[in-house]
Nanobody, 126 residues
């Protein structure tokens, strides 16, 4: 059974930083693509960032490009999201998600992801 567990969320002031982690189990982590998605209060869930199975390609939403960095440690079955220069509009529940490599699907599309974590809350105060 695939299990994804996020951690690292919290309350931070605007301009601050947080690092989210996602621990994966029940899956061969090194052969699956991973992503971070978020859902703000009253809004639809949206794509934030993704990384391919080997960590050679990364993808970002325009709203976080240059501020967030996604990375992974396949030896530790862990996904990360380094978030810098946080803004109040980054306030959301952040979800870790995994998608099988095949068939090939769009990283930016939420329905491409096969497995989801429970989420971790990030709150940015102004």
């Amino acid at each position: 059974q695939v299990r994804l567990v996020e951690s690292g969320g919290g309350l931070v002031q605007a301009g601050g930083s947080l690092r989210l982690s996602c621990a994966a189990s029940g899956v061969t982590f090194s052969i699956i693509d991973m992503g971070w998605l978020r859902q703000a209060p009253g809004k639809e869930r949206e794509f934030v960032a993704a990384i391919d199975w080997i960590g050679s390609s990364t993808y970002y939403a325009d709203s976080v490009k240059g501020r967030f960095t996604i990375s992974r440690d396949n030896a530790k079955n862990t996904l990360f999201l380094q978030m810098n220069s946080l803004k109040p509009e980054d306030t959301a529940v952040y979800y870790c998600a995994a998608k099988r490599r095949f068939p090939s699907r769009n990283y930016y599309t939420l329905s491409s992801y096969d497995y989801w974590g429970q989420g971790t809350q990030v709150a940015v105060s102004s």
